[in-house]
């Protein structure tokens, strides 16, 4: 009784509250007892509440929209009136048939829920705009190489500094990139990463610090006492929100910095490692900034009433002056204008829609499915329809109803559908590949825009899947179905369900080929010799900044003990160094002299560059195709020494060893190196990116203060941890230990992307297999059950069983093989409108294209089969008479 | 012209006298044309009435210490009796109209 009370109470929400005031108890109590009455008659109480629902949203809406209720009756019915009509009927129907209303919600819902899921995806990053105010006016400009096909290339600094100062299309334009840093002094010291940006940069953002103050224009000036801006997380998780922060000191790589400033916790910026931002210095440095060093993020803020076109005009003409004035480094080199958002979103706009029309497909297959569940059923009321249009209603006011019923049926869905969308988005999360750089990933949710969509699809597809049935069982002859009590052979009917079976095969197919063909491309980036091992070997990066190491050294010297000290672990096989580990992300480039060829303009000699220990190789696994390895002999006063790997060796000496033959850096200074080895490639900006060329240097002739080390051990990560820190401590108290990471993980994030979509492809079209399934097996049981009586007589006629069971699987083969015709050519044409997604296959890859074949006739014969044994054991004597 | 059937019903209950809600209910329901009327239906029926005037909330009854203090007693007001009076009439001339038309005559 209380229950009942509090329950009712809350359906009162419907009514304004003034009425709720004056009437809810009343009300409340009168229901309480009818329920009470209603259960000592033994009567349904469901159908009481299904009733007292209704009654309170009808009544409670017209209270709240409505005119006041007049105590004269309206003259007209009214289309409202109807519907409302409508919607009760189609409550009972649904109360009375459980299980099939059961089977077309969960349908729906899982089509409904897959799309919700991927669309909030869709609108979280592609649809939202960028969270800066006005974000259509903030450009990215890079160094566009045409001859190179290179629109996007970083930009050296001294170049950045021209480009602000001589546009005439930018508000403000400013320069960002990201280094590691390792903050001391705390308890325990910490690995940060330091947006290092020029003063303007969050005035072209338009983002205002939430305590402090925002960078001043001098302080990317060398010699000024260095701040820094801290990002809200940062500010969070070291700081405990204290407010009193700003003006406080820290020790960022041996250098005191005074923090001026907190980031608001609603910026959001692509690259999310960034934990602090700090000036970058530029101007008024000892040596003039490089223009070959290319490095910098450059962003900027278009002038009101300044067109993108505009702006690239305008880039243009500053490039073109730059050119001419510093050749030998500019030469074919110009600026490119692209706007963030587009910048920021095309990357992952091709994977999103394919996995939107993955699940618009799904969806699509889950209609198909309830349209004929509800055709199924609506046979099976023929009669009732028929006579309920004989007496009652038009045939208009008939179809009207019949889609009342799939629309209340699809918004059942549609909630439900919510439900999955949410789970689904958890998933998406927890499969969030982390190299991706977006923004946008705190709207990951429900969103309103999201529940809007929702609320569209799932109407959208009650009146798809609706208005099939509907529209057969309003042009039914009523006075045929009446005659015939309600059985008919339906001729129409058998051949609208036979075409929903094959368009659903198809649909089932040519998801698959998707799926297949993004299986086969990420087994073909894993299957690609990478160049080096991708196993449990562990990875830790140490950095050595401060005082203690001005030294080159003081430098070798540490990272050489810690070496032996790693190395010295029980356990261990060995221990290698490098500078930049394979996937990691970090590269650069430099240009190099041949010695005996000439660089071009449109052909330029560059090297990425990497200094590594002389174990490196050995524990990495790198093949050394020719001359030999690095040696502990390679440090100075030796003759400085260089190993190239293949691609190098192939593109500057063609047809030649390159053992013995000389090249240098670019430098002012710099020495000639002797080649004394080719190692094969590596895979280092991905496992489906292509090779540059790389030249390698020994650690003593190397430079910089940053390696990463490679342990060889068949130990657990979790279990070496320990000691690995231990050692690194014993090295230096003061060095902060990066996460610790196996190449497997490594080599796993640098995929995750392509990981992400491979398996949601798959998912979705596995759910549309498991769909069509169920729908062709329905599909077939249904028309079995027509034939009954014709399989009756041909059995009696001398048929047997077993060519009863070929007929039926037949038909079953023939409408599969129709489907796939029509499914496998789709799939083949949209794969080849997203070819950027695969790798190694073609969309026409055989082996795929035969394993859907396969699968799909192998499920549609399977499905046929269930129905085909009940046709064998038809009794011909009863079929006849029934 | 017309009232709606239940809003004559509530008034042709309340003519013996005073009701409160669920009595008035439980009369409408016996008399058959509602099998059950569904609170939200019922009570907006009534704000509707009390608004038109039709009836009127009873505050000067004395009650026994027995009833129900949430209970509100409802009774006609003079424009209520009235209006049930011209609609009582209305349909006596439709009764009288459907006989002598021959529609009354077999009974059953």
Same mark, same amino acid.
């Given at each position: ?11 009162? #929400? ?28 033994? !009567?349904?109480?469901?159908?009481? @509440? #299904? ?47 459980? &299980? ?12 409904? !829920? ?12 592609? =649809? ?16 566009? /190489?045409? +001859? ?14 021209? @480009? ?41 953002? /338009? ?69 602090? @931002? ?87 297959? +889950? ?22 249009? +004989? ?11 019949? =889609? ?80 015939? &009590? ?21 649909? +089932? ?34 950095? *050595? ?109 063609? &047809? ?10 670019? !430098? ?42 490679? #342990? ?16 690194? /401590? ?52 249904? *028309? ?99 | ?59 000067? $009854? ?8 949430? $209970? ?26 459907? $006989? ?9």
């Amino acid at each position: 009784m209380r229950a009942t009370r509090f329950a009712y109470r809350l359906l009162l #929400i419907a009514f304004p509250a003034a009425v709720r005031d004056e009437f809810g108890d009343d009300m409340a109590t009168l229901f309480a007892m009818q329920i009470d009455e209603r259960r000592r008659q033994r !009567g349904s109480v469901v159908g009481l @509440w #299904i009733r007292a629902v209704v009654d309170v949203l009808q009544h409670g809406m017209a209270e709240r929209f409505g005119a006041g209720e007049s105590p004269r009756p309206r003259r007209t019915g009214g289309w409202m009136q109807a519907f409302l009509h409508d919607a009760r009927y189609a409550l009972r129907m649904m109360n009375r048939q459980r &299980g099939l209303t059961l089977v077309c919600v969960l349908t729906l819902a899982l089509g409904i !829920g897959a799309n919700t899921a991927i669309f909030s995806a869709v609108n979280a990053f592609l =649809l939202r705009p960028l969270p800066y105010d006005d974000p259509s006016r903030i450009m990215t400009i890079w160094e566009k /190489r045409p +001859a190179e096909g290179v629109l996007d290339n970083v930009v050296a600094p001294a170049d950045f500094l021209d @480009w602000a100062r001589q546009n005439a299309t930018f508000e403000s334009m400013a320069a960002q990139i990201t280094l590691p840093a390792d903050l001391t002094g705390v308890e325990e010291p910490r690995r940060l990463f330091v947006a290092a940006v020029s003063p303007a940069f969050f005035n072209v953002l /338009r983002v205002h610090p939430i305590l402090g103050r925002d960078f001043r224009p001098d302080e990317s000036f060398a010699g000024k006492p260095r701040v820094a801006i801290l990002s809200y997380r940062l500010w969070s998780s070291q700081f405990g929100r204290d407010g009193s922060v700003v003006g406080r000191t820290l020790t960022l790589n041996g250098t005191p910095v005074e923090v001026v400033g907190v980031l608001p916790a609603s910026f959001e910026f692509a690259d999310e490692r960034v934990d602090l @931002w700090s000036p970058l210095v530029l101007e008024g440095t000892p040596q003039p900034q490089s223009r070959s060093s290319h490095q910098l993020v450059v962003f900027g803020r278009l002038k009101a009433g300044v067109t993108v076109q505009q702006a690239r005009t305008d880039m243009d003409r500053v490039g073109a002056a730059l050119q001419q004035q510093y050749p030998e480094t500019n030469r074919n080199h110009g600026a490119w204008v692209i706007p963030y958002e587009e910048w920021l979103k095309s990357p992952v706009r091709s994977s999103l829609l394919l996995l939107l029309g993955a699940v618009a497909f799904v969806l699509l297959i +889950a209609c198909v499915n309830v349209a004929n569940i509800l055709l199924a059923k609506s046979a099976g009321r023929r009669r009732e329809i028929a006579v309920r249009s +004989a007496v009652v209603a038009g045939r208009a006011r008939l179809a009207g109803q019949m =889609l009342t019923e799939s629309v209340m049926l699809a918004g059942l869905g549609g909630l439900v559908g919510l439900l999955v969308g949410w789970w689904g988005i958890q998933a998406l999360k927890q499969l969030a590949p982390a190299e991706v750089q977006i923004v946008g990933w705190s709207h990951l949710r429900l969103e309103p825009r999201v529940l809007a969509f929702t609320a569209v699809v799932a109407l959208a597809t009650g009146v798809l899947f609706g208005l099939l049935p509907a529209w057969q069982l309003a042009s039914q002859d009523v006075g045929a179905s009446l005659k015939e &009590g309600g059985r008919s052979p339906g001729g129409v009917r058998r051949r609208v369900r036979v075409a929903l079976v094959i368009s659903e095969i198809a649909l +089932a197919s040519l998801l698959l080929v998707a799926a297949g063909l993004t299986l086969r491309s990420f087994q073909s980036v894993l299957n690609d010799p990478a160049g080096f091992r991708i196993d449990r070997s562990l990875t830790v990066s140490i950095s *050595l900044n401060g005082s203690k190491y001005r030294t080159r050294e003081a430098v070798v010297a540490t990272f050489e003990s810690l070496e032996r000290r790693l190395a010295s672990i029980p356990g261990v096989r060995s221990v290698g160094e490098t500078s930049h580990l394979p996937l990691g992300g970090r590269d650069g480039r430099q240009g190099v002299t041949v010695e005996g060829r000439e660089s071009t303009p449109d052909a330029p000699t560059r090297a990425h560059p990497r200094v590594v220990s002389p174990s490196y190789f050995r524990t990495m696994r790198i093949q050394l195709l020719s001359g030999r390895p690095f040696s502990e002999q390679d440090a100075p006063p030796a003759l400085p020494v260089a190993i190239v790997n293949e691609t190098m060796a192939r593109r500057y000496w063609p &047809g030649a060893s390159p053992i013995g033959k000389r090249v240098r850096f670019n !430098g002012a200074g710099d020495p000639w190196m002797e080649v004394v080895g080719v190692i094969a490639d590596v895979k280092h900006w991905g496992l489906d990116a292509r090779v540059n060329p790389e030249i390698y240097l020994p650690l003593k002739m190397g430079f910089g203060s940053t390696m990463t080390y490679v #342990i060889d051990t068949d130990l657990d990560g979790a279990a070496l941890a320990g000691s690995v820190r231990e050692q690194i /401590r014993a090295t230096d108290l003061n060095l902060p230990v990066g996460a610790l990471r196996t190449m497997d993980d490594v080599a796993s994030v640098s995929v995750g992307s392509r990981r992400a979509g491979m398996l949601l492809v798959t998912v979705f079209g596995v759910l549309a297999l498991v769909l069509a399934a169920a729908g062709i097996h329905g599909v077939m049981s249904h *028309l079995v059950a027509l034939r009954t009586p014709e399989i009756g007589v041909r059995m009696t006629l001398g048929a047997s069983p077993a060519q009863m069971m070929s007929a039926i699987l037949r038909e079953g083969a023939i409408q599969a093989i129709a489907g796939l015709a029509v499914g496998l050519g789709g799939g083949v044409l949209l794969m080849r409108a997203f070819r950027s997604v695969l790798y190694g296959v073609e969309p026409t890859d055989p082996l795929t294209l035969t394993v859907v074949s396969l699968v799909l006739l192998a499920t549609a014969l399977a499905a046929s089969a269930i129905p085909g044994r009940r046709a064998m054991r038809v009794d011909p004597v009863n079929a006849l008479r029934g | 012209m017309a009232l709606k059937p239940l809003v004559f019903q509530v008034l042709l209950a309340l003519a013996d006298g005073e009701r409160h809600g669920w009595a008035l209910v439980r009369e409408i329901q016996q008399r058959g044309d509602f099998t059950t009327l569904m609170p939200g239906n019922f009570y907006r029926t009534l704000r509707s009435m009390l608004a038109e005037g039709l009836i009127e909330e009873v505050h000067t $009854r004395s009650r026994t210490e027995a009833e129900d203090e949430r $209970r509100r007693y409802f009774r006609l007001t003079p424009a209520g009796s009235r209006a049930a009076t011209v609609e009582a009439r209305r349909l006596e001339a439709l009764v009288l109209e459907s $006989r002598a038309k021959n529609l009354l005559t077999k009974r059953g």
